[in-house]
């Protein structure tokens, strides 16, 4: 059920009580115009997460550009950096997408010579895929880029606040993993 109270009537034509509702970019527009803090509970969740993640993937594109990292490849390159090696299938999984997503993405990475495969000794159907030293480079970059943004949203609240923040996150994020699983 939307929760999402608007004044006109095409606006509520256009939301209909249904989980999966395409909105209108004029419409879009509108919601943005009357997201307010005052009525900030009247929004979905939803609608407040995927504003925070649109910002940041168009925050991400501006700043990966002249490293020649798209933002669908940003998440295999930081997962690398941070974890060591891995198996495409062990990114598949973690992204929770298809292996042929993630082959697309690796291919365009080692032609950037960001990342490498190499066959596993033990068994060879098998990759694993390591990030190169050029790939940590830019790994560094990125983690730097995202500090200042999440610093430049979030630096009103105190630590303790952020870590609950991302507690409850978290949680949000099991559920709908496990809703979608249904």
Known sequence: KVIVYLSTERAKKQLPNSRMTKVCPELLEELYKKFTKEN?????????????????TIYLKNTLKPYDVSVGEYPTIMKLFK?????????????????GTIARTVRNLEDK?????????????????????????????????????????????????????KEILYDITINSLNQNKK
């Open 40 to 56: 900030a509970h009247n929004f979905p969740i939803s609608f407040i997460l995927s504003t925070i993640y649109r910002q940041h």
């Open 83 to 99: 974890e060591g090696k891995k198996t495409q299938h062990e990114l598949a999984e973690a992204f929770h997408m298809t292996e």
């Open 113 to 165: 010579n960001i990342i490498t495969r190499k066959i596993d000794k033990n068994n060879r159907r098998q990759n694993f895929v390591y990030i190169t030293e050029k790939g940590e480079k830019i790994a560094s970059l990125i983690e730097n880029f995202d500090s200042l943004w999440e610093e430049e949203v979030c630096g009103f609240l105190n630590k303790k606040q952020k870590n609950e923040i």
